[in-house]
């Protein structure tokens, strides 16, 4: 039986954003599938709330195979949420690209500024660098397999992404992608937005899936 993927794309974003990877991950065998979220007018808690369902379903439908998750940017907090409230029994792996599990400062910006802080929405108390207790509790213990791959190479080195301390992605910065609890993590040259999309991303992400760790030998 096809193991199944479960795809989380990030803030803003939409599950059709998936689709490159989704077919990537069919072609290496995989069952996949894309779940859809509103970063924006939902809370952290209430995402997983509306998601939990659907993935008791997946989950039950597995069978003998694993369920995998592969997550971008801010679908990586809702993944650790999601399996620290309803954790799947068939939980495999969990690659996470460009995910703030840190926080990530152009939030705190945001944040701090009247004007600009509806742009956050209700992801705001998930995407700042300094949580409340109440989200860092929501978020859980990482006692499951986790490889985090985080880009170094923005696309544009100025404006917004001279907030994030270097190294970075231009949105998010290696530091802050980084679990104590992590099983791996590796660093590609990439900016944040083509981590889902990229040839060498799609290569660790499927080795990650099968071995548990990333090829490190075949990085750019």
Not at 59 to 77: K, Q
Request: glycine share 10%; with cysteine; aromatic share 4%.
């Amino acid at each position: 039986m096809k193991q199944t993927v479960v795809l989380l794309h990030g803030f803003a974003g939409f599950a059709v954003m998936n689709r490159p990877l989704g077919a990537m991950l069919r072609r290496a065998g995989y069952r996949s599938v894309d779940f859809g979220y509103d970063s924006w007018r939902l809370s952290l808690r209430n995402i997983c709330e509306n998601l939990a369902p659907r993935l008791e379903e997946i989950d039950a439908a597995c069978g003998p195979g694993r369920l995998h998750i592969v997550c971008h940017s801010m679908g990586g907090l809702v993944a650790r949420a999601l399996i620290n409230l309803r954790r799947p029994e068939r939980l495999g792996h969990v690659v996470m690209l460009g995910t703030p599990n840190g926080g990530s400062e152009i939030a705190d910006v945001l944040d701090r500024t009247a004007l600009l802080r509806p742009i956050l929405g209700k992801a705001a108390p998930a995407l700042v660098t300094q949580r409340t207790a109440e989200v860092e509790a929501l978020l859980g213990k990482v006692d499951y397999p986790v490889g985090i791959i985080a880009g170094s190479r923005p696309i544009m080195p100025y404006g917004a992404a001279r907030l994030v301390p270097s190294p970075s992605d231009g949105k998010v910065s290696v530091a802050s992608t980084r679990l104590a609890e992590a099983a791996d993590h590796i660093v590609l040259p990439l900016p944040h937005m083509l981590l889902p999309y990229h040839a060498a991303a799609h290569e660790q992400i499927r080795h990650f899936l099968s071995k548990g760790r990333f090829a490190h030998d075949q990085a750019l």
